[in-house]
């Protein structure tokens, strides 16, 4: 089989008919008015159109013809400007159809390319998976042999590309644009036929001009240009700014070189940017790979207060660090100092971290910060880190989720803007509740969660936001995965009385609900204290300590500490 003759064909105002009401024939539509053909449908009335094709035919994007294919649709419903003839055919039908063997046969005796679904053989065409990016079109065919591969090649291509390539190519076509205008001007300049420029005289109007030097200087830009598009690595090419281009179309008239510093260039590469990144819930070994990368090679680190010390152990010494200064009533000027020395470090061209406690984008003001620094022209590169809003209860034995006891996980805030009581969640006795940034008013969040409300009309009427019972099974967690952690079980009527008695040890978070108690229960005592983390390096067995813990809380042993 011989190899097909790829192009890539203008398809503005050309008319498209497409035959099939499939979620195909939708894609074929879209891909139509995508390339700036007008697409029309032909399937009958009572046909099941796809839900994506049936909106565009509402706003007008495409043309639905309410029967069945005609052979004189082929020489009817074309341009004018071509008699009439449509530009392409789609059917989507499939190949078993008797139809489409049809439409194929009229398409071949007419010359009007045509595509058959799932039918090479029937086909004069077929289309490329394709990457676009503006001007760049990368297109890969497997011939009619697997549209997953060759989608796959195409992604695989698409990833290994650098970012802003179809910039470039716009950058350097419009370079190549105005090069070859330029020259041109110049040779009809140099033409005594040609017609006399009523600009007037400029300095070098007397100045001899032999035609080897003009011929140099015409040449000189656009062998640089042909010769850069050759050698120079993607990624250099894809750093060509608009200043560029200005400087090698005015380059030359002069007899040094036309080219641009491939150094400066490169330079730009390396210019400042911005890391927003997690640092899991505490435990070194918990960091991702990238984090921990972006920590040994960072300029500068602003680390949030409360990211433990075996993380900020990680830092070379080399490294500035900055600790959030957030106290109470100075949260939002620490937080605009942090933004101040980020945008000064990335301007200075460094690497900057901003190292956040558990997960960026999780309580964390990740989007707000993502948001600033985009706006200063460094949208940064973020980095997700294990929350601790799911990992703390893993390691204290809790299961957010479990069969026919908790079918759903929600994480909530227990301070809200300007330290303001969030709404708490209704009662729901299949949901686990993890509570962020609560321990520091527990008090308040454990009563506005067990009081009954009010309905919104002042009536004794039942409230949509039922109370929590206080017999509901709770558990602090404090220091999650770190050597110091600790594990409070209570209920909710209990767990203010045992977060007072045993001190608090931020920071920490409130997880509520039945989930509680799968694998623990504290057999009747007011609460249970579990102190420390055993879970990496010492091959902890989760389910024999737990069931050590359980057997000794039973008979009344000291190993946890408990209060009655």
Known sequence: MAPALLTAVDSTSHVHLIVGSNSLAGARCSKAAEVGAKPILIAPEDSTLHYGLSKRIESGEVEWLKRDFQDGDLTSLGREEVDGVVDAVFVTLGGKNPQSTHISTLCRRLRIPINVADAPNLCTFTLLSTHSDGPLQIGVTTSGKGCKLSSRIRREIAA?????LGQAVERLGTMRRRIWEEDHAAELSMDPEAEEDD???NAQFNKLVTPEDAEAARGRRMRWLAQICEYWPLRR???ITDEDVETVL?????SDSSSINPNSIDARRTRGRIILAGSG?????LLTRATHKAIVSADLILADKLVPAPILALIPRRTPVHIARK??????AAQEELLSLGLAGVQQGKIVLRLKQGDPYIYGRGAEEYAFF??????PTVLPGITSSLSAPLFAAIPPTHRSVADQVLICTGTGRKGAAPTPPPYNPTQTVVFLMALHRLSSLISSLTTPKPAEDGSAAASPYAAWPVTTPCAVLERASCPDQRVIRSTLGDVVAAVEEEGSRPPGLLVVGAACEVLFKPGG???VVEEGFRGLEDGWNGEAELARVVDETEVGKAAPVVAS
């Open 199 to 201: 600009s007037g005289q």
């Open 374 to 379: 985009s706006a200063h022209g460094y949208a």
């Open 327 to 332: 106290f109470p009533g100075n949260a939002e």
């Open 281 to 285: 819930p505490g435990h070194p070994d």
């Open 250 to 254: 005015q380059s030359y008239a002069h």
């Open 525 to 527: 005592q007011r609460w």
């Open 237 to 239: 090419l894809a750093s």
């Open 160 to 164: 290994s590309l650098p970012t802003d």
